[in-house]
C-alpha cells in the first residue's frame, strides 16, 4: 500500500521514533489551539534538522502528499492543522531548537524555528540583549510559527511586527531545497525580498527552518501606567501627545473597554485594578528608556499631569513598584482568559488606521447594538498600532449557542465597517482555513490573482499547506 | 511604421506635450546619473496620473514594448536608464507629484511615485512629524525611486531603509492593472507581502506610482559630535558602548577614514574639520531625543567621557550650535563629491555584520594592498548598520585609466571578502543593470531560481525594467 511505503520511508529518514501514525497519539497536532476543530493528517512527523525536512518536503513531492507545517499549534486560525482529508502529514518543526548563535555586536541571534519564544527572549537577556516579540502564548508558541503568521503583540508599536524584527531565513522550498538566506545585515538590495514573501505566508510558500533576529539593547527603566478616559476619541488624542511626550520610548499603548476589565474582575476575583472601574475606557501604557529612571518617572507624571489637566483622560495610576506594573499587566493578559470563562462570543482581530478608530468603534457598535441589541462588546487591543481585538459577546439571557449562530451576520457587519476604512480583517492572526475566504471578499481581484501568480510559482502542485490563506 | 503608431497613440493617452521622441530630448531620460552610459529608447513617456501609467502599461504589453519606469533618475547601479536596443520606453513619474494626504493622528502620509524626497520630507515637517529617510540625492530623487530602489541613507540606524517606512504601495502590474495597496496599517496579515516583493524590485515587477509613507513625531533635540579613534575595531567597540547608552536616540553612526575626508578639505578648504586629521579614523554620530536638550548633551557628554576614559576613542567634539553641527555633517556629505573631483575610482556599496565589520575592513585592505600596493581606500559609511561604501583610488603615479583597467579583478577581491561573511555586495544601490551578473555568482542558485520564478509569473512577457536585477 502506498501509504504504508511512505511512512515506511519518512520512518527511515527521520527514525522511527519521529513518526506518529496512531490516529490517538495524533489528536493533539491535528487538534486546533481553541479545539473548535480536528482534521486528519496520514503522520505527523518530526524532522531532528534542517536536511531532514528538506528530505521529507521532497519525498512528499514526488509522491504528490500535502505537507503542513506546525510550530506550537498555538495558532487562532486553522493555520496548522489540517483539513479532514487525511491525505496530509503533519510537518512538525517542534525538533530544530538550536540557538544557533547570539552575535552580541551585531544585534542579531540566530534560532531554529522549533524554539519556543519565551526560550528566544531569555537567551537574548542572558546576552544583555532585548527580543521585544511579546504575545500571551510566548511560552509554548514557537519562533517559527511566529514568522510564518507575522505575530504581533503589545511591544509592536515600538519595535514592529515579527517582520520587522527577522533579518534573514533560512527555508526549505516546496522542491525540497534548502535556501540559506540567513544575512545577519540591515541593508542588502542584492534582488526581491524572498525573506518578506515567506514570513506571513503561513507555510504555503515553503517550510520556515531558521532565522536571524534583531536585538536590542535592554532598556534601562520601565514605567506602567493605568489610565481611565471617556471615549475612544479621546483614548486617541491621548495617544497623540504620548507619543509627542515620549517618542520611540512609547512601547506599549493598550486599550480595554470597561466590560473587558470587568469580566477580568469577576473572573479573577484575586486581579484588583489600580482605579475603580466606572469610567468606559482605560488604557495600559508603558515607556521604556535608556535613561535613569526618575527621568522617565518625571516624564511620564508630566505627561500623565497634562493629559488630565486638558481634560483628556480621567485619571491615572502610575506604577511605584515591578510588582504594581505586573498587576496592571495581568488585568490587560487575563481578558482573552476572562471572556473564555464567560461563554463562547465572536471574535474579530481587525486593523484600521488609527486615526480612524475612534469612528470605527462608534459606528461598528451602533450598527451591532441595532441588529443585536444588548450585545455585550468585548472590545481592546493594540491602540497605538491601529488593531483592535473587537469581540462580540451574546445580550443577557440569549445562549451563546443561539448567538453564534449569528456568527456571519456579525462578520459581515464588522468587515464591512473595516473594509470602508481600508482596513485588515486579520491585524495579527493571520488567515489560515478559517478566514480565507472572507478575506477574499474584500480584497482587490488584482491582489488576489498576483497572490495566486506567487502562490503557483513556487509550489505549482499546490502541496505547501494547501487550503491556507488562498481561497 | 509600427512605432509611429504606437508613439502616436501614447500621445493620445498622455498628450502631446508628454511624450518625447526627438533623440536629443531624451538624452537626460537615457543617461545615467554618474553619466557613464548612455542608452537609446524609443519614446520618453510622462503620464499624468496613475489611470495614464495604466493605460500606457497596458498599451506596452500589447505592443510587447519594453518599460523602463524612472524617477529622478539618480540611480547608481543603471537601473531606471534603457538599453541600447531602442525597444523599451521610458516611463517617467515625475508628473505624479501630488502629495494626496497627510493623516497627522496616524503618523502617516499618502503620496505620489513622482514626489521629490525633499519636497516629502518638508511636507512632514509642515505637520510637525519626521520624514526620515536622509540622503545625498534628496533634492532631485523620488519617493518612487527611493522604494523601487529600497533606498538606505544615514538614519538606517534608527528609522530603517525605504522598506521599513513604508506601510502601502499602489502599483500598476506588468498586465496594466491597477493595485490599490494604500493600506494604511502598521499591522496587517490578510495575504502575501506583496508590498515589500515591489519595494526592491527596481521597476522589474511593476511601476510604483504611490505609497503610504510611515512619520514620526519630530524629536525635540537634536545632538551631534566628531570623534577620532584609532581602528574599525575600536568604532565598533564605540558603537555597542553608545548604543547602550543611548538605546533609540542614536540615529546615526557613520564611520569616514582620514583618507576620505582629507579628500574633503582639499577639494573644499573652506570646510574645516573640529578635530585635527591625526587619527586614522573618525565618526559622526548623532542623538535625536524627545526629551529636553540638556539632558541630552548631558547624556552625550557622558557617554563621550566614558569612551574616552576607556581609551576606546582618542578625542571628541560636541557641536555647539547648529552651525558647528551643519559644518561636521558637511564633512561627511562632501566625501562623494572630493572623491568625484580627485579622479575615478573603483566603487563598491557593501554590507557585512556589523561585527565583522573591522575584519573586513582590516583583510580586505591587506588584500588590496598585496595586489594593489599604494592604492588608497576611500572608506567611509554607515557602520551603525553594517554597511560600507568602501572605494578604491589608484596609488599615487598611477593614472585612473589603467588603475580602472583592472576593476573586475578588485570587484572580485572586495566581494569575495563580502561573500566569506555572507554579506551582500549592494547594501544601499541595487543592482540595476550595473551588479546584477556580478550578484548572481555571489547568491545561490535556490535563490536566483525563485527570483526568476516570481519574475516569471507576474511578468512572463519580461516586459517591466528587462535586464535589471536579473541575470
Known amino acids: 500500500m502506498a501509504q504504508v511505503s511512505f511512512i515506511e520511508l519518512c520512518r527511515k529518514l527521520v527514525g522511527n521514533a519521529h513518526v506518529i501514525s496512531d490516529p490517538a497519539k495524533m489528536v493533539p497536532y491535528i487538534t486546533d489551539y481553541r479545539r473548535r476543530f480536528t482534521g486528519k493528517a496520514l503522520a505527523v512527523i518530526s524532522p531532528g534538522n534542517t536536511r531532514e525536512v528538506a528530505d521529507i518536503v ?213 486581579l484588583l485594578p489600580p482605579l475603580p472601574l466606572d469610567k468606559p475606557y482605560f488604557v495600559l501604557l508603558e515607556l521604556c528608556e535608556s535613561e535613569p529612571e526618575e527621568q522617565t518617572a518625571a516624564r511620564f507624571e508630566k505627561l500623565l499631569q497634562y493629559a488630565i489637566e486638558e481634560d483628556i483622560i480621567c485619571d491615572a495610576a502610575l506604577a511605584q513598584t515591578l510588582a504594581q506594573s505586573r498587576s496592571m499587566w495581568s488585568l490587560r493578559e487575563n481578558i482573552s482568559a476572562a471572556q473564555a470563562k464567560e461563554g463562547r462570543n465572536v471574535k474579530h482581530d481587525i486593523a484600521v488606521p488609527t486615526s480612524l478608530f475612534a469612528e470605527f468603534i462608534e459606528t461598528t457598535d451602533r450598527l451591532l447594538q441595532h441588529y443585536f441589541p444588548g450585545c455585550r462588546m468585548v472590545t481592546f487591543g493594540h491602540l497605538g498600532d491601529g488593531s483592535l481585538h473587537y469581540n462580540v459577546g451574546a445580550p443577557e439571557r440569549v445562549p451563546d449557542d443561539e448567538f453564534l449562530l449569528r456568527q456571519n451576520d456579525i462578520n459581515r457587519i464588522v468587515y464591512d465597517s473595516v473594509s470602508r476604512m481600508h482596513g485588515a480583517i486579520s491585524a495579527e492572526h493571520g488567515l489560515g482555513a478559517l478566514k480565507h475566504g472572507e478575506n477574499a471578499g474584500y480584497k482587490s481581484e488584482v491582489e488576489i490573482r498576483m497572490m495566486q501568480q506567487i502562490k503557483k510559482a513556487l509550489d505549482p502542485g499546490n502541496l505547501m499547506n494547501p487550503g491556507k490563506v488562498l481561497p
Open 58 to 270: 521532497k519525498l512528499c513531492k514526488l509522491q504528490k502528499i500535502p505537507v503542513v507545517p506546525q510550530g506550537g499549534n498555538t495558532g487562532l486560525v486553522l493555520g496548522s492543522v489540517p483539513d479532514t482529508s487525511g491525505k496530509a502529514v503533519v510537518l512538525s518543526l517542534r525538533r530544530l531548537k538550536r540557538i544557533r548563535e547570539i552575535d552580541v555586536a551585531n544585534n542579531t541571534m540566530t534560532v531554529e524555528a522549533g524554539c519556543i519564544l519565551d526560550d528566544v527572549r531569555k537567551a537574548a537577556l542572558d546576552a544583555d540583549r532585548l527580543f521585544p516579540l511579546s504575545l500571551a502564548s510566548s511560552g509554548s508558541c514557537t519562533i517559527g510559527g511566529n514568522l510564518a503568521a507575522n505575530a504581533g503583540g503589545t511591544a509592536v508599536l515600538r519595535y514592529g511586527t515579527a517582520r520587522e524584527l527577522c533579518l534573514g531565513l533560512e527555508v526549505v522550498t516546496p522542491d525540497g531545497d534548502i535556501w540559506n538566506g540567513l544575512y545577519k545585515l540591515r541593508k542588502n538590495n542584492t534582488g526581491y525580498d524572498l525573506r518578506d514573501l515567506f514570513v506571513g505566508s503561513e507555510g504555503t510558500l515553503g517550510v520556515i527552518t531558521a532565522a536571524v533576529l534583531k536585538l536590542f539593547p535592554r532598556p534601562k527603566t520601565q514605567q506602567t501606567a493605568f489610565v481611565a478616559l471617556r471615549t475612544p476619541d479621546d483614548a486617541l488624542r491621548f495617544l497623540t501627545i504620548a507619543q509627542k511626550f515620549a517618542g520611540f520610548a512609547l512601547t506599549t499603548f493598550e486599550l480595554m473597554s470597561r466590560y473587558s476589565l470587568e469580566l477580568v474582575t469577576k473572573h479573577f476575583p484575586h
